[in-house]
Structure formats: C-alpha cells, structure tokens
C-alpha cells in the first residue's frame, strides 16, 4: 500500500525556518517525481515544489524561489522541504504528493503550518 | 504562466442528476497525443484525490459515473448521477507547464 507521511509543521514566526518531511512506502520511491502542494485556509490549491526522480530537476513556484529548498533522500525513502524567511502567506497545509502520468495520485494527510507572530 | 479557469465556482446539485464542471486552460495542454489535465475532489476535511487524468483517464477506485472530456484548452468533467458523497471541492490542474496551476476549485454541494 502506498503512503506517504508529512510531517514538521508548526508554529513559527515571521522570517523563521521549518523543514517539513514526508516517509515514503510501499512503491519504488526512486521512480517517481514528488511534490509539495499547499492550501491556505479557506483558499485552493497552490503547487510549491517538484523534485525529478534523481533529484537533479527542481521546480518552484515563483513566490518561494530563494526560500525554499527541496530535497531527496533515495535511499531513505524520505522528501524534505526546507522553507526559510517564512512568511504570513506561506500559511497553509502543505501535502506531500507523487506524481505518474502527469497527475498526483498519492497525497499525504498534510502537515499544517502557521507564519504568526 | 497556464492559467486555469474553472465555472461555475458553485454547484447546488439534486441527487441523481447529473453534473459538469468546465475548466478551460490559457494555452493548449495537448502535447505528444496527450492532454496534461487532470481532475481532483477534496472532500470535507480530506486531502484532495485524483479523479480523472490525462483529461479522460479515470483513476483507479474511480465510479464510472465520473468521465472526462475535452482537448486542447476546453476540458469538462461529468458526474452522470451525483450521490451525496460526491460533495466537495472540485479542482482541474494542468501539468504541461513545469509550474503546476490548479484551477479555483468548484464547489459541489447537495440541494
């Protein structure tokens, strides 16, 4: 079965930092491109970050570029996100997601974080 | 950018009738043969699921009343017999763009 755990968020404020996790199981994790996607309250659905299999490919959204960081640890099974100079607008849900045939098809519970003073 | 653009935001539904949501892309998702366009429900309190991808795919587990359709910028999804558990928040996405954009969401609820 597959699944994938966020988790790391909490309460932080203003030009903090937060890492946020997600444990990868029960598929060939090294095969498949990953994203995070968050959700501000009340709001859609904004894609942040995708990683290429390898981890060699990157991709964010404009608002995060130079804040946020993405990595993979292949051997671990593991996705991190490492968001720094938080802001106000970066709170959200931020899900864990894998993607095949161009589409999300697995998504974690989500992790909430808050950017409060 | 791809902007995505989903009508109506709203959608008050009958049990047992049918149902469409209309997206439509600011440029063409159809590359290689394939629509880069997928389909997503957010039921309350839940992560989002895949419906429906390459514009007319349905996912696995997915009821067959729900179909997609469409090509190039034009793209609809249909529940051919809305059941209640079929409320929540419906989003398009394209994925031909390296930045993913969702559309607006819809609002799906019972009457």
Redesign the interface.
Do not use: C, H, N, Q
């Given at each position: 079965e597959v699944q994938l755990v966020d988790s790391g968020g909490g309460l932080v404020q203003p030009g903090g930092s937060l890492r946020l996790s997600c444990a990868a199981s029960g598929f060939t994790y090294s095969n498949y491109w990953m994203?995070w996607i968050r959700q501000a309250p009340g709001k859609?659905?904004?894609?942040v970050a995708?990683a290429s299999p390898d981890g060699r490919d990157k991709?964010y959204?404009?608002s995060v570029k130079g804040r946020f960081t993405l990595s993979r640890d292949n051997a671990k099974n593991l996705l991190y996100l490492q968001m720094d100079s938080l802001r106000g607008d970066d709170t959200a849900f931020y899900?864990c997601v894998r993607?095949?045939?161009?589409?999300?098809?697995y998504?974690?519970?989500?992790t909430r974080v808050t950017v409060s003073s | 950018d791809f902007v995505m653009t989903q009508s109506p935001l709203s959608l008050p539904v009958t049990p047992g009738e049918p149902a469409s949501i209309s997206c439509r892309s600011s440029q063409s998702l159809l590359h290689d043969g394939n629509n880069f366009l997928s389909w997503y429900l957010q039921k309350p309190g839940k992560s989002p699921q895949l419906l429906i991808y390459f514009a007319s795919n349905r996912a696995s587990g997915v009821p067959d009343r729900f179909s997609g359709s469409g090509s190039g910028t034009d793209f609809t999804l249909k529940i051919s017999r809305v059941e209640a558990e079929d409320v929540g928040v419906y989003y398009c996405m394209q994925a031909l763009h390296p930045s993913i954009t969702f559309g607006q969401g819809t609002r799906l609820e019972i009457k």
């Open positions: 994203s859609g659905l904004e894609w995708k991709y959204v404009d899900y993607s095949a045939d161009a589409a999300y098809d998504w974690g519970r989500g | -």
